[in-house]
T-cell receptor
Framework: AQSVTQLDSQVPVFEEAPVELRCNYS??????LFWYVQYPNQGLQLLLK??????LVKGINGFEAEFNKSQTSFHLRKPSVHISDTAEYFC????????????FGQGTELSVKP | KAGVTQTPRYLIKTRGQQVTLSCSPI?????VSWYQQTPGQGLQFLFE???????NKGNFPGRFSGRQFSNSRSEMNVSTLELGDSALYLC?????????????FGEGSWLTVV
């Protein structure tokens, strides 16, 4: 079975500081990896995804993530955050041959303070 | 292109009643999936439909059901509502059936059961 663990439930950070949101996954088969963002009272928006190839993936809004197969991690980073990045971030895996089914982590609440 | 559209956005129901939620996918998308989001359980996959057929189902009781119409629009129904069914119900769509497809989410339907 697949599972996703987001290691921090809340991450407070000051504006213009770098941030890393950590995600580990467990799977006995190959998976695809995703990061989604959810702003208050809204649905989920895809930030980036890893399917194959380069382990460094660049996404929207200046975010990037690095896939590490040996550590089964897919951490999300941004070198300089803005107030507008305040939101909840979800890491997810797509189960092989069950493409419409995403397994999500519990989410990390990023709070950017001025 | 319009995004995934869900109606109604907010609704309040009484325990024991039933509810039907509606979803219109992005134009051209033939796969529709549904997720439940609660503070305690997080984001959980309910089911996915493709070409009017259920392709995959999550671990929810039979009170949760869905269907897809020939125009790809989908509905989900919850019968005999329980207090624990209070949640944000998210509909999502994708244009194919591949495991790495991007899944696009609607803004959700907020269901409160009293």
């Amino acid at each position: 079975a697949q599972s996703v663990t987001q290691l921090d439930s809340q991450v407070p950070v000051f504006e213009e500081a770098p941030v890393e949101l950590r995600c580990n996954y467990s799977s006995s088969v190959s998976v695809y990896l995703f990061w989604y963002v959810q702003y208050p009272n809204q649905g989920l928006q895809l930030l980036l995804k890893y399917l194959s190839g380069s382990t460094l993936v660049k996404g929207i809004n200046g975010f990037e993530a690095e896939f590490n197969k040996s550590q089964t991690s897919f951490h999300l980073r941004k070198p300089s955050v803005h107030i507008s990045d305040t939101a909840e971030y979800f890491c997810a895996v797509s189960v092989l041959n069950q493409g419409g089914k995403l397994i999500f982590g519990q989410g990390t609440e990023l709070s950017v303070k001025p | 292109k319009a995004g995934v559209t869900q109606t109604p956005r907010y609704l309040i129901k009484t325990r024991g009643q039933q509810v039907t939620l509606s979803c219109s996918p992005i134009s051209g998308h033939r796969s529709v999936s549904w997720y439940q989001q609660t503070p305690g359980q997080g984001l959980q996959f309910l089911f996915e439909y493709f070409s009017e057929t259920q392709r995959n189902k999550g671990n929810f009781p039979g009170r949760f059901s869905g269907r897809q119409f020939s125009n790809s629009r989908s509905e989900m129904n919850v019968s005999t509502l329980e207090l624990g069914d209070s949640a944000l119900y998210l509909c999502a769509s994708r244009d194919g059936t591949g495991d790495g497809d991007t899944i696009y989410f609607g803004e959700g339907s907020w269901l409160t059961v009293v």
